[in-house]
Nanobody, 125 residues
Framework: QVQLVESGGGLVQPGGSLRLSCAAS????????IAWFRQAPGKEREFVAG????????NYGDSVKGRFTISRDNAKRTMDLQMNSLKPEDTAIYYC??????????????????WGQGTQVTVSS
């Protein structure tokens, strides 16, 4: 089992950057695929980025490709999301999620078993 806690959200101006972190508890963190999702008011939860258990493979949602970078450190049991060139439409609650490792990085929130409580990101001038 894995417990996840996000941090690093806040208010940033358009064009700015933020780095979100997700800290995990549990000895088997390295055996889980990890992802970031986000949910804006009135919208469905959206896949942002995912990374496989070893960190060798990543995937990104179309709206964040080239701007966001996902990474993980299994020794520290952490996962980060570096967000650059932020836009107002990036405003949402961001969640980290985990599922037992597979060769595929899943895009659907239903495929993830463990979730953090979320951290708010607001992009506004």
């Amino acid at each position: 089992q894995v417990q996840l806690v996000e941090s690093g959200g806040g208010l940033v101006q358009p064009g700015g950057s933020l780095r979100l972190s997700c800290a995990a508890s549990g000895r088997t963190f390295g055996y889980y695929n990890i992802a970031w999702f986000r949910q804006a008011p009135g919208k469905e939860r959206e896949f942002v980025a995912g990374i496989n258990w070893s960190g060798s493979h990543t995937n990104y949602g179309d709206s964040v490709k080239g701007r966001f970078t996902i990474s993980r450190d299994n020794a520290k049991r952490t996962m980060d999301l570096q967000m650059n060139s932020l836009k107002p439409e990036d405003t949402a609650i961001y969640y980290c999620a985990a599922r037992p490792y597979t060769t595929t990085i899943y895009y659907n929130a239903r495929d993830y078993t463990y979730w953090g409580q979320g951290t708010q990101v607001t992009v506004s001038s």
